[in-house]
């Protein structure tokens, strides 16, 4: 038998909030363009990211894999207040996490205590890369993007040997990421060469 935890009022309206803040995201265009030709969304990056890790579940057996899709979710809310920085354009220690961690601090406001701090603290998760979802989830979210570039409508002048460094240090912490890396990395040698 099902059992439903009591909510109250309050707080149901409060996620709600939340909830209909966090749509800012679907606004949120990233450099990233689909196949059809258009800018793609940071909520699509984080569907796709999301449905990534969930497909590989079987393949990360002793994961915690609820653990690993809120990671893969909640890692780019911040940029609904703020934007998405272009891959291309990010540079270590530009503060661009400082500010998406403070961006992710607002959007968290109208939440419960007890889920803004989650919420909050997944987010520092994955940011360290401090457990082992998380850096599965750093590895996975550079390969989505590198898949992006592949399947995306690119711009004649997009050069592809950007894919082949982007994230090395990510997707090189565990022996799936690797795997999967070497099959992108077949795929952007593939456009560079036909270039």
Known sequence: MEQTVRTDHARLEAILAFVQSAEKLKD?????????????SSAEHSWRLCLMAMLFDRELRGYDCLKLLKLCIV???GEAIS???????????????EQERADLVILC??????????????????SAAASPEAVLAKGFDKLETMLQHLVGQNPPDFDYRFNLGYGAKHTARHPLLKRLRRLVDRETQ????AR
């Open 190 to 193: 593939k456009r560079v060469e």
């Open 75 to 77: 890692h780019d809310l």
């Open 28 to 40: 949120t265009l990233r450099s990233g363009i689909t196949a059809q030709g258009r800018a793609e």
């Open 83 to 97: 934007g998405d920085v272009p891959a291309t354009l990010q540079v270590e220690g530009d503060g661009r996490a």
């Open 109 to 126: 406001a109208p939440l419960p205590p007890d889920l803004r701090e989650e919420l909050v603290a997944l987010w520092d998760e994955y």
